[in-house]
């Protein structure tokens, strides 16, 4: 029996060239797949150190913080005290408030960490957190619609006694409304209008907005004030109160924010220079996104781009 020899035949040259392409097309994915392994190692090592910088962070943020205060800012306070603690779970924010506090002075010896006031103290940290615009209001049959901040001045400290002096149409004898002293709104309307203690004698004092309402919108010669956003709210709920243009500027969110519109008064922490951890992540949080939003509720958030949270623990 003849064995006949075997003979590879030959393949065309397609034949070959497609068979190298598919061997230059699995090359190709071998590589791409020694990538893709070292990206996955990258990212695994990315997160590793993002889990262990977070949970330090976590760690550092225990701890309690004292606030105190004493004008009309504690309900955003407690709020903002509430979601700072949800998003910290090892902290915990006690919240003081009282008439008779002198808040510096607490802050200074250590017995509070944070002070919530209107202006700056010597010695201690300040940091504006907000704006509070302070609107003037007269009954809305008055037909005085604007005023100078001159004007204003002097309405509120006693000069001008009779309507009559700024229209011959308005008639009838100024009654002022003020806020106690013990107030924030107070020193605010004061030092906007450089009527430092000069206020008038005459005065009625009423503590609430809501009393202020309702005695301006109840007489036709009265003149009050109160926070800008709480004014906007009742006019727009048809309370009969206008609220008057000062120097030709429509008291408003974007007037107070450029400066514009003159009549208002910050919102401020007063820390100490060296301030806890724990108080600076409180005072970062405020100026965040998330707690600007919460301010915004009652009071006018900051026009520029706030610090970021990091920029302010590291200080």
Not at 80 to 95: M, S, Y
Not at 158 to 175: F, M, P, Q, T
Not at 205 to 213: E, M, P, Y
Request: aromatic letters at 6%; one cysteine or more; glycine letters at 6%.
């Amino acid at each position: 029996m003849m064995l006949m020899n075997y003979v590879r035949p030959s393949l065309p040259i397609a034949f070959d060239l497609r068979v190298g392409h598919i061997f230059d097309e699995v090359f190709r994915a071998i590589e791409g797949l020694r990538w893709m392994r070292q990206l996955c190692w990258t990212c695994l090592f990315l997160l590793s150190v993002g889990l262990v910088t977070a949970t330090a962070m976590a760690e550092e943020l225990r701890g309690n913080l004292v606030v105190v205060g004493r004008g009309p800012e504690r309900p955003m306070i407690e709020q903002l005290a509430r979601a700072f603690e949800k998003a910290h779970l090892g902290t915990a924010v006690d919240i003081k408030w009282s008439h008779n506090f002198r808040i510096a002075d607490m802050v200074t010896s250590g017995e509070a960490d944070l002070a919530v006031a209107d202006r700056e103290e010597a010695g201690l940290a300040a940091t504006t957190i907000a704006w509070d615009g302070l609107a003037v209001i007269v009954n809305f049959s008055n037909p005085i619609k604007e005023v100078t901040r001159q004007q204003a001045a002097a309405l509120f400290s006693g000069r001008i006694l009779d309507w009559s002096e700024l229209n011959e149409r308005a008639k009838g004898h100024v009654r002022v409304v003020l806020r106690p002293d013990d107030q924030n709104l107070t020193a605010g309307l004061e030092h906007s209008l450089g009527i430092v203690s000069a206020v008038s004698k005459d005065a009625e004092h009423i503590r609430s907005d809501q009393q202020v309402l309702s005695h301006v919108s109840g007489r036709l010669d009265a003149i009050g004030y109160l926070s800008l956003k709480a004014a906007l709210e009742a006019v727009s709920y048809g309370v009969p109160v206008r609220i008057l243009l000062i120097d030709e500027v429509e008291p408003g969110k974007p007037a107070v924010q450029s400066g514009q519109y003159t009549l208002k008064r910050p919102i401020i922490f007063l820390a100490h220079k060296e301030p806890t951890f724990v108080t600076k992540a409180f005072i970062s949080f405020a100026l965040s996104p998330a707690g600007q939003h919460i301010l915004d509720e009652m009071y006018i958030p900051l026009a520029h781009e706030p610090s970021s949270p990091a920029a302010l623990l590291n200080r």
